[in-house]
């Protein structure tokens, strides 16, 4: 018996082009998409003389502006500096190059304040901060001057990841001697995830 392979592959060819099973567009709706990735931050208040790291408000999708503070009263009125490091999976999160800023915190009477804020150049999971007073005395931490300083920070994948703890590290608060304060301690509190 003789098969005949034109006609059969004719038909194929008509079924796929004209939308029969099996191709064209006319198959069941997709539905609608899928949820939006959100990027989320998560943190909670700090209590007297811990510096925490604070969520402080979404300045795109993609990124938020995160505050470091410290709860008060402070045991101490003569705190003079903090130097510390912020660290996180580079992979997941990046530091906004340039968004660094003060707070009111060491400069609430007015004094002259050293600051500065970097990645590491050898590890871009590594902010690293410096800020102290320039003049010869320190002060303490009063309701409404609480704000160390803020950064930015970045999501750099919309795919869902988290909840990530960016971590203070070689942190540590000084008195205008140069010396450590002991009441002065750093909690890993904020949380950012994407979901």
């Known amino acids: ?36 990735p959100t990027f989320r931050c998560e943190d909670s208040a700090p209590a007297a003389d811990h510096v925490v790291l604070r969520c402080a408000g979404q300045i795109a999708p993609d990124e938020w502006l995160i505050d470091v503070v410290v709860g008060f009263p402070t045991t101490s009125d003569d705190i003079n500096g903090f ?76 795919a869902p990841f988290g909840p990530v703890f960016p971590a203070f590290k070689n942190a540590r608060a000084d008195d205008s001697s140069g010396q450590a304060i002991p009441e002065i301690v750093f909690d890993d509190q904020l949380q950012l995830s994407v979901e």
């Open 83 to 158: 130097s510390f490091y912020v660290e996180f999976d580079p992979l997941q999160l990046a530091f906004v190059t340039g968004s660094g800023i003060e707070g009111d915190f060491l400069n609430q009477d007015h004094e002259t304040v050293l600051f500065a804020a970097a990645i590491d150049p050898t590890d871009p999971g590594r902010l690293i901060v410096g800020i102290n007073r320039a003049g010869g005395s320190g002060t303490a931490g009063v309701p409404g001057h609480d704000l160390i300083m803020s950064f930015r920070i970045r999501a750099l994948i919309a």
């Open 1 to 36: 018996m003789r098969v005949l392979r034109g006609p059969a592959i004719l038909v194929c060819g008509a079924l796929l082009a004209c939308g029969g099973p099996g191709g064209g567009s006319d198959g069941p709706p997709l539905g609608p998409p899928g949820p939006v």
